[in-house]
């Protein structure tokens, strides 16, 4: 059984970074996700990460901006997030698929995390 724990979401101003951590427990031989969800809309692809971390892949809308990675040792996998737009306001979640492909579908997730909430002022 895999859990996912998000933290390191907040309050920041346009422009502001955030670091999000996602601890997991169980097996780390699992590629991870993160989505993110605003109200009224579904859920959207942010980034995701191989369990090798050798392939990375991100949503257009945030090349340049997010930056995927795992630390191995402590079981977690991070979101760094900089130059935050106020669109980037959402509830994100991490989560984890036994796949190496379409890892841009929830679909294809087996576990996911409770979220935590994003906002942006502008």
């Known amino acids: 059984q895999v859990q996912l724990v998000e933290s390191g979401g907040g309050l920041v101003q346009a422009g502001g970074s955030l670091r999000l951590s996602c601890t997991c427990s169980?097996?780390?031989?699992?590629?991870m996700g993160w989505f993110r969800q605003a109200p009224g809309k579904e859920r959207e692809f942010v980034a995701a990460i191989t369990w090798s971390g050798t392939n990375k892949y991100y949503a257009d809308f945030v090349k340049g901006r997010f930056t995927v990675s795992r630390d191995y040792a402590k079981n977690i996998v991070y979101l760094q997030m900089d130059n935050l737009k106020p669109e980037d306001t959402s509830v994100y979640y991490c989560?984890?698929?036994?796949?190496?492909?379409?890892?841009?579908?929830?679909?294809?997730?087996?576990?996911w995390g409770q979220g935590t909430q994003v906002t942006i002022s502008s």
């Open positions: 169980g097996s780390t031989s699992y590629s």
């Open positions: 989560s984890s698929s036994r796949e190496t492909l379409g890892l841009g579908s929830p679909s294809t997730y087996n576990y």
